[in-house]
Each structure stands twice: as structure tokens, then as C-alpha cells.
């Protein structure tokens, strides 16, 4: 029995798994919403949606892709979709803007133009998932 307590004691403080936080390649510093309305160039209302994107490596990256989630102001998921950056430019640790535009076809409700116009737009939480990146 005294044989198998240093035994005992020698694996209790050898760590099983280290917990160790990995941050994503690209993360969002800063979102604007802008609800453009009807104008004489443009029949149909449109969400213009820019992101203030921070690459978190130490590698340049020329484009970007990751499925976006929108969030309500109760976290719940209002809509999701795929988007690319396909000329991000972005040096390491450092930020570039996306732009992105969502047109509203008034004929049909429940598009993302209709999500993102119930809400202001620090209401709005976007989130990614499935980030890839280009070097």
C-alpha cells in the first residue's frame, strides 16, 4: 500500500488537458448599418452593411470567407449567410473594412434586408463561424 501512494500522488499533478484559447484567424471590431431608401437610380431599398475586420495573425490575408450569423437583441439568430471578402488586403494585426450590400424585394418578407431594418444596428450581434482565410 505505500508503494502505490507516491504513484498516486506523482499523477495528480500531471495536467490531463490544458485549456488553451485559440482566437480566430479574423475578428470583427466594428459594424455600421445603413437603411438607403428608395432613390431614382435605384427602384428598391437596400442594407448596406460594413465591417471593420482585425486580422489576429501574424500573416498577411487576401481574402476571407466565413458563414455569418445576425443576431436579434435577445441573441437569438435572425438569419444566416456565407460571405467573402475576396480582396481583404489585411497586414498582420491590423484591420481592413468589408462591404456588403442586401437588396429588398418587397414582394417577398423575411429576407435579411427585413431583419436588418427591424432593428438599430447595435442591437444587431454578428458572429462568425467557419472562417477561412487566404495568406
Known sequence: ?????????????????????????????????????????????VARLKLTIRNNTSQF?????????????????MFQIQLTSGKADISPNDISEARFSFEDNQFIDGEAYDDLAQFNESAIGIRFEDIRVVN
Open 61 to 77: 490575408i487576401s481574402a476571407w470567407r466565413a458563414n455569418v450569423y445576425f443576431t436579434d437583441p435577445f441573441g437569438d439568430d
Open 1 to 45: 500500500m505505500k508503494k502505490a501512494l507516491p504513484l498516486a500522488l506523482a499523477l495528480a499533478v500531471i495536467p490531463v488537458g490544458i485549456d488553451a484559447q485559440v482566437e480566430p484567424p479574423i475578428s470583427i471590431v466594428k459594424q455600421e448599418i445603413d437603411l438607403l431608401p428608395f432613390s431614382n437610380d435605384r427602384p428598391y431599398r
